[in-house]
Each structure stands twice: as structure tokens, then as C-alpha cells.
């Protein structure tokens, strides 16, 4: 059955199939056409005094004309006066005597009245397509595969066909249908404009190479390379291999609530790390210098220390110091979040392009320090010094990629600069002799650093520093994220001290040895190498 709310004081009537049948209506009207006059004013008058009566009726009873609820279907309202005069409505059950009652009155005011609520009620009809109505999907969460349906007056259960289980969303009730997300405005998510990160760092970094500086030798040995019964004191290995500690501090901002632009700095130093050598002896044992005489063709040595004829000490010092910057752009080209709708809950991926500036820095030096006491007494004082210096300075792009699920991440890291490598070489050397009682004199040079090989060199090389590095996330909250990675720096054609060390020595040169002759040696060319470092990073990661 269908039902017509009451409007403009009209009573409730009921409609049955004639109001989605206009041929039913159209025969009616025909047959009221074909009455004469006086018979349909008295019919009229008829059905007026009806409605008169079912309206006095439905106030004595308190029963007004069935209305259809939701939930409530075959239920009326029974209406009761207050206290202030106003209707207070309750549901009730219809009687089968007022439901037949009802039914008769709408028939009579269909096919015998003609008032002007009926003639409205007649063209609504006239205009009112002959269609089945459109079940209505309600929810149901206590049934997830099937609905409630309304179909005119009546209910009914009407199974779904099954849904997908990719397309509910798991996120809320059961039922819900998934609809795709709106875009994530990151302007309402909190502490994701600007960071900063700390982190310590347990790193390794390639040693120097260092051909042999001191040896001893035994059985009448005088230390040189070649004889079986010298044994190397210091050097012929790499310096400064071991692990050192230090920091890298860093931070970034977003340029935009999207973050669709952002700008990071960060900055890292490893401490200065030394590796140190100090050897006495009064002449045994022999303590000496080894180094390869141009002249003779043969391996030679300078002797520190020998039985009855010199007493000495000889000092190895051995610095190095790393640090490094860099200022990047960021640019996010893959976002990806999810929510339990389309991917795993909590879930989130990110890829970020990175282009910007990279700077290296690395200082190095060794000295080798002599004090020689000879019967006299005279004293001899001497030292060669090795110092290099390397900066880098170059263009730098690469790539980020960071997945989030829920309190735990993961930060792959790949980048790579290609630039200049200044590298800077300096060599020193000195002596001083002191003969009692005349007054000690100084002559340029040492040993391994001479007159021959002595002075500052520079040079410019092409180089390419690739970098790459993992790290492990956790958030403790919202702002704070706790970090543990690994890095891997590689670093092209840089200037190493022990790779300057000319070990080829022309003798004359050497102070107190009388007026240079033959071949100047040793002598000076730039020796670049490759060396990388490595570690592990500890660090903590604020959003604000």
C-alpha cells in the first residue's frame, strides 16, 4: 500500500494499486463525466459529511490514520492529550475493525467524493508514473551480508550478493562500504614542518699507507730492509685504521604544509685520531732509519743508536682528522599512506629526490722526530714533517626512501657527488747540530724531507664521493624517534702523507754529509689514492 502525507488539513487516505494504475483513474473520471449534475453534488455532499464524521471519529478515539515508521511497520500513533494542551503521540497497534474502517473511507472519497482535495489527490495520480519502487539499502551491522529493503509499505530481508573484502573498510564497523580517502592535508598533521637529529657515530676509516720508519736489527745488523736479521719497528703497515668516535648533527624544514619542498643541512666530524711511536736506546739495542742510497743502489739506514759510539731516541707521530658537510634540497616524488583501506595498516612509503652542495674535509700529518747524543758531547736534533690536506667540494644528488609501519621505519640512502678534490702537500724538514761550545746551528732538512723535496704543492683532481646508508627507526612518540644505521662513504684521489714519502735518499743532501753531489732525490710527485670509511650511528630524531 502507498500513503500520501496529510497536508492542508487533509486526512489520511490510502492508495492502492490505483495509484500507480492511471487507467483505473482515467475510467473513473469518464464515468463521472457521463452523471448529470445534480447526482454529483449529492455525492459530494455525501462525502463531505463523511470526512466530517471520520474526523470527529478519529478525535474520540484518539486514533489518527496509520503511519508508516521505519521501524514500526503495521503500527499507528495514538494521540493523548498533555497538560499544556499539545499532542503527545505513542505507537499502537491498529485494531482489524479500524483498518477496514479506514479502507472504506478511502475507497468512498476515491470513487464518490470530489471535493478539492480529491481533485488535488486526482491530478497528483494523473501525474504519477507507474513505476516499482527502488529498494532502499539500510545498515545492518548485525548482518553483513544482507539488508533491509523498504518496498512500498512492507519490509523485507533481501540478501546482498557478496562484497569484496578488498573494498570494506576494516577501519570501522562492519558494513561500511569502502570510499576512497581525501588527499592528506599534512598542514593538520603535527611536528612534520621541521626536524633535527643527533647522532654519535662508531666509525672506521681506511689507514694511511706508511712504508717502514724505524727498525732494529741483531747479529751486526744495521737495520736496512734487505739484511734478514733487521726487523721493522714501526711502519710497512697502514696508520690510524682503527675505530674513532664522533658526531653528525643535522635538521631540515618543509617549505610548504604539503611538503612538496624542503631544505636540510647536516654536518658529521670524526675526532682527531693519533697513532704514536717512541723507541730509546743507549746502543743496544740498534735503533735506525731505513732508507734506499740512489748512489750505492743498495738499501741503506740512518743509525740512531749502535754500541759505544751513539745513544738515542726516535718519536713517530701520526694525526688524522675528518669532517664534512652538506645542504640539500628535498623533493618528495612517491607518497603512499594507508590506513587499513588499500594496504596494511599504518603503513606508509616515501621516496625523495635530494640535490644540493657536499663538502669534505681531511687533514693529516707525520713526523718523525730524532734527538742523537755522539761521544763529545755533541747532540744532533732533526725532525721530517709530511702534512696533507684534502677538500672537496662538489654537486651532489641521490635518493631517499622511507617505509613506516606504524612505530617502526626504515631509511635507505643513496647519493653520489661528483666534484674537485684540492689536495695540499707540505714537506719540512730540519736540523740542529750542537757542538760545545759553539753555538748550535740549523740546516734545513731532515731525512726523508730535504732540500730536494721540501715546499708546499698543490693540486686539483676530479673526484666522485658516493654515499650509502641504512637506518632503523623507532618512535617513541609523536616528536621523538629513536635511530640505529650504517653509513658507507667512498672517496676518490686524495692526497695520503705516507704515500709522499720518497724513500729513495741521495746522502750528500743530508745535513752534516758535506756539499750536495749527484741526483737530487729524494724528490716530490703527487701521490693520490681512493680510501673510504664506514660505521655505525646511533642517534635520536625530533619533529616539531
Same mark, same amino acid.
Given at each position: ?101 479506514? *479502507?472504506?473511507?478511502? @475507497?468512498?472519497?476515491?470513487? =464518490? +467524493?470530489?471535493? #478539492? ?7 497528483? &495520480? !494523473? ?109 710497512? *703497515?697502514?696508520?690510524? @685504521?682503527?675505530?674513532?668516535? =664522533? +658526531?653528525?648533527? #643535522? ?7 604539503? &611538503? !612538496? ?284
Amino acid at each position: 500500500m502507498k500513503r500520501l502525507s496529510p497536508r492542508d488539513g487533509e486526512r489520511f487516505a490510502f492508495g492502492g494499486p490505483s495509484y500507480t494504475e492511471p487507467g483505473r483513474f482515467h475510467r473513473s473520471i469518464k464515468s463521472l463525466i457521463s452523471m448529470s449534475l445534480l447526482p454529483a453534488i449529492v455525492v459530494a455532499l455525501s462525502a463531505g459529511q463523511q470526512r466530517v464524521e471520520a474526523a470527529e471519529l478519529t478525535l474520540r478515539s484518539g486514533v489518527e490514520r496509520p503511519a508508516w515508521s521505519p521501524n514500526r511497520p503495521g503500527q499507528a500513533i495514538a494521540v493523548s492529550p498533555t497538560s499544556n494542551g499539545e499532542s503527545d503521540a505513542e505507537f499502537r497497534e491498529i485494531t482489524p475493525e479500524e483498518l477496514e474502517r479506514f *479502507t472504506r473511507e478511502d @475507497d468512498n472519497a476515491e470513487f =464518490g +467524493g470530489f471535493s #478539492g482535495s480529491a481533485t488535488r489527490r486526482a491530478h497528483a &495520480r !494523473d501525474d504519477y508514473t507507474s513505476v516499482s519502487p527502488k529498494p532502499r539499502i539500510t545498515q545492518n551491522c548485525s548482518m553483513p551480508d544482507s539488508t533491509r529493503c523498504e518496498s512500498g509499505s512492507e519490509y523485507v530481508d533481501t540478501p546482498l550478493p557478496p562484497v569484496d573484502s578488498r573494498f570494506v573498510d576494516q577501519s570501522y564497523p562492519a558494513g561500511n562500504i569502502y570510499t576512497p580517502p581525501a588527499p592528506v592535508d599534512m598542514s593538520a598533521t603535527p611536528y612534520c614542518r621541521a626536524w633535527a637529529r643527533a647522532e654519535a657515530l662508531l666509525w672506521w676509516m681506511e689507514g694511511s699507507s706508511t712504508p717502514p720508519l724505524v727498525t732494529t736489527g741483531t747479529a751486526g745488523s744495521l737495520g736496512e730492509l734487505d739484511d734478514p736479521n733487521t726487523r721493522i719497528l714501526f711502519g710497512g *703497515t697502514e696508520l690510524n @685504521d682503527e675505530m674513532r668516535v =664522533g +658526531g653528525r648533527f #643535522g635538521g631540515g624544514y618543509w617549505f610548504t604544509p604539503q &611538503r !612538496d619542498w624542503g631544505i636540510e643541512g647536516n654536518y658529521f666530524f670524526l675526532q682527531e685520531k693519533t697513532t704514536s711511536y717512541h723507541a730509546a736506546s743507549d746502543g743496544d739495542p740498534i735503533l735506525a732509519r731505513p732508507f734506499y742510497n740512489i748512489v750505492t743502489g743498495d738499501q741503506d739506514s740512518h743509525v740512531m743508536a749502535f754500541p759505544d759510539v751513539i745513544s738515542g731516541t726516535v718519536d713517530v707521530s701520526a694525526k688524522s682528522r675528518l669532517q664534512g658537510a652538506e645542504l640539500l634540497l628535498r623533493r618528495p616524488i612517491v607518497v603512499q599512506r594507508t590506513n587499513g583501506r588499500n594496504g596494511p595498516a599504518g603503513f606508509a612509503l616515501g621516496v625523495e629526490l635530494l640535490a644540493g652542495y657536499r663538502f669534505l674535509d681531511l687533514a693529516e700529518d707525520l713526523r718523525i722526530s730524532e734527538a742523537l747524543e755522539m761521544a763529545g758531547p755533541s747532540t744532533i736534533e732533526l725532525y721530517d714533517l709530511f702534512e696533507t690536506k684534502n677538500q672537496f667540494h662538489g654537486a651532489q644528488v641521490g635518493f631517499v626512501t622511507v617505509l613506516q609501519q606504524n612505530r617502526f621505519s626504515a631509511e635507505f640512502l643513496l647519493k653520489l657527488g661528483l666534484g674537485n678534490t684540492r689536495s695540499r702537500v707540505v714537506i719540512d724538514g730540519e736540523t740542529v747540530t750542537t757542538v760545545p761550545p759553539v753555538p748550535p746551528v740549523t740546516d734545513d732538512g731532515g731525512l726523508l724531507a730535504l732540500p730536494t723535496n721540501m715546499g708546499s704543492y698543490t693540486q686539483n683532481n676530479f673526484a666522485v664521493v658516493p654515499e650509502l646508508g641504512v637506518t632503523l627507526g623507532y618512535d617513541i612518540n609523536d616528536r621523538l624517534r629513536a635511530t640505529v644505521g650504517y653509513t658507507f662513504i667512498y672517496w676518490s684521489r686524495v692526497a695520503r702523507p705516507g704515500d709522499q714519502i720518497d724513500m729513495a735518499v741521495n746522502p750528500s743532501y743530508i745535513p752534516n754529509n758535506g756539499p750536495p753531489v749527484g741526483p737530487a732525490s729524494p724528490a716530490f710527485s703527487f701521490n693520490t689514492t681512493d680510501m673510504w670509511m664506514h660505521g655505525v650511528n646511533l642517534g635520536l630524531d625530533l619533529r616539531f
